[in-house]
């Protein structure tokens, strides 16, 4: 009898995307430093996305600062190649859609923390308007109430200007006035 001995590899993991990160430049103004736009909210697994991205840029990270409100579990620490992010929370004193990011001799980072499940049309504008570099002047859950505010406005538009009209609302729509709206003549002028 005999046997046959296959041998079964295992597939590579497949490679985890990169952090969607956008940056303003070192000579920029305002809150924010730029936006940061986690796939999940999960810390521990963001936040190594995170820092594979910015160290290169930044220097090493080495502390992180969030306000729990946007994360089910905050760990105390994570592990990001031969190295420990210390992680710590703050309620209170610091702004939800806020993330604050340190490094030893090099400075500190405020991120804009666009929830996981924002569409891509508005992430994309809460990114671009993070890192502006003449602002914003907005604080991050300021600029994320604005986005939905304008969201908001953009859905009503749309709800009107899907329904019928009636050749009135659509003449006054169009930029024309309707007689309650002219001036009255005046006999003898």
Known sequence: MSATIT???????????????????PTGHGL????????????????????????????????VAVNPMLWPVVPRRVTVGDRVLKIGWFTPELDPHKLLLLSYGVGRW???VIPPETDTAAAHRLMAAASDPDGPPLTATALVAAEIAAEIARHQDIAVADRMQSPQESWEYEGGATSTHAVPLVAGS
Not at 7 to 25: D, Q
Not at 35 to 60: I, N, Q
Request: positive net charge.
């Open 7 to 25: 041998s079964l590899r295992s597939a590579p993991p497949p490679p985890t995307p990169a952090a969607r990160v956008a940056l303003k430049s």
């Open 32 to 63: 924010l430093d730029g936006a940061w736009w986690p796939r999940s909210r999960d810390l521990t697994v963001e936040l190594r996305t995170l820092a594979a991205v910015l160290d290169p840029l930044w220097g090493r990270i080495t502390r």
């Open 110 to 112: 405020d991120l804009l």
